[in-house]
């Protein structure tokens, strides 16, 4: 189910590997501020605007909702989630973590999931209820049961210590083995693969959490908001291998 879904999503990563790699670490590249103070570069307006071209070809009743672009967001039907460039900071400044995110949602679920990070060399890929791969390879969670023994990755560190949350996160970060701050979508696929075992980032969009999140459940963890919800658009966002969600649910909750 969902093969033909997939493999457009691996097209249009292919399309959109090929123009970020062409603009990565280019003399001139157009950079600009929008009005959030988050960057947005000529890479992510070609990348969100080749997809929308092909997927409007492809999907003509789907809907699409884009980070540069917009949409709807109405949950109802088949809605595909486009992030052109997370990470966009980083592609800015030269740094290579950063990556295109597609994913198909059905009623407000997502059913299918790509992520692909070229200049990292890895493509990561799940359709529900199939799994969950890295460079087709099948991909799964670690075993780490004891926050002691936990890689925690944090993100967004202004909001997670400039609140409430503050002396919870820093608890956290004592008592975990191996505190880092791999961001954005990484943090959540590091989480997939076993290569990490919590990622923590308190507020998130729509496109930047509907592909990672399909691929971190399909690879056998467990993905909420911090008080155990659902995530979605404009929520928190909790990866973790599964075995230590509860703990660090108990432990980010506001008594």
Known sequence: MYEDELAAAERLADGADRISTQLFRTTGLRVRRKPDRTLVTEADLAIERFVREELAAAFPDDRILGEEEGGELEAAGRLWAVDPIDATANFARGIPVWGTLIALLEDGEPVVGVVSAPALGERYSAVRGGGARMNGEPIAVSEVASIADAQVLLHQM?????????????????????????????????????????????????????????????????????????VGHRTSCLSTNGRLHEEVLARLTLS
């Open 158 to 230: 202004e909001a997670l210590l400039g609140g409430p949350l503050r002396p919870r996160v820093e608890a956290l970060v004592l008592d975990c083995w191996r505190p880092a701050g791999f961001g954005d979508f990484w943090g959540h696929l590091l989480v997939a693969r076993g290569a990490a075992d919590v990622a923590i980032e308190p507020d998130l969009n729509l496109w930047d959490v509907a592909a990672p999140s399909l691929i971190v459940r399909e690879a056998g963890g467990l993905v909420t908001t911090f008080d155990g919800g659902p």
